[in-house]
T-cell receptor
Framework: NAGVTQTPKFRILKIGQSMTLQCAQD?????MYWYRQDPGMGLKLIYY???????DKGEVPNGYNVSRSTTEDFPLRLELAAPSQTSVYFC????????????FGSGTRLTVV | DAKTTQPPSMDCAEGRAANLPCNHS???????VYWYRQIHSQGPQYIIH???NNETNEMASLIITEDRKSSTLILPHATLRDTAVYYC????????????FGTGTRLQVFP
């Protein structure tokens, strides 16, 4: 049982480049989330999804896009990468029955130079 | 969602109980108190949650005051592996299931 899988684990981007962070879960969870965590700070919610075809903005959505075409996958797209997007990105999923069911991925460490 | 206040850091000797406080004076009647922790740079891990009664599981105990304006997470016998950032979060159980994180308490367990 893999849980939540994020790829890649590390990535260095140049300013202005684009990339997609992949997230997949195998627990049949309806709810999925993307968070970012800057050094020494707590996690900030970027986008979330309550089911396939449904997405909504979180606290810090600017500079990012998401899609949810299947229950399993929730990719995060960065367009025109900026140094301010240097962060660790966590994907999570939950069953939708309260905080008990949250499962986090191991994170993607992104550096924009 | 109600806001929480936690001390930025705490120390605890290995083998002793670690008591992590959290203030949530504006908590609403249907909001639960959740605790998560983040070890080093891993993804956060669920610890425990409660509404008004004290709760205990294999990881920790959660003590919620009678007025529900504060709570304490207790790790009964802290080990070095419990060194982590601990997040206290209050939220309704079905608010589209979002978790909004604060800055947490950095617990350092020393030998």
């Amino acid at each position: 049982n893999a849980g939540v899988t994020q790829t890649p684990k590390f990535r260095i981007l140049k300013i202005g480049q684009s990339m997609t962070l992949q997230c997949a879960q195998d627990m049949n969870h309806n709810y999925m989330y993307w968070y970012r965590q800057d050094p020494g700070m707590g996690l900030k919610l970027i986008y979330y999804s309550v089911g396939a075809g449904i997405t909504d903005k979180g606290e810090v959505p600017n500079g990012y896009n998401v899609s949810r075409s299947t229950t399993e996958d929730f990719p995060l797209r960065l367009e025109l990468a900026a140094p301010s997007q240097t962060s660790v990105y966590f994907c999570a999923s939950s069953s939708g029955t309260g905080g008990l069911g949250y499962t986090f991925g191991s994170g993607t460490r992104l550096t924009v130079v | 969602d109600a806001k929480t206040t936690q001390p930025p850091s705490m120390d605890c000797a290995e083998g002793r109980a670690a008591n992590l406080p959290c203030n949530h004076s504006t908590i609403s009647g249907n909001e639960y108190v959740y605790w998560y922790r983040q070890i080093h740079s891993q993804g956060p891990q669920y610890i425990i949650h409660g509404l008004k009664n004290n709760e205990t599981n294999e990881m920790a105990s959660l003590i919620i005051t009678e007025d529900r304006k504060s709570s304490t997470l207790i790790l009964p016998h802290a080990t070095l592996r419990d060194t982590a950032v601990y997040y206290c979060i209050v939220r309704p159980p079905y608010n589209t299931d979002k978790l909004i994180f604060g800055t947490g308490t950095r617990l350092q367990v020393f030998p």
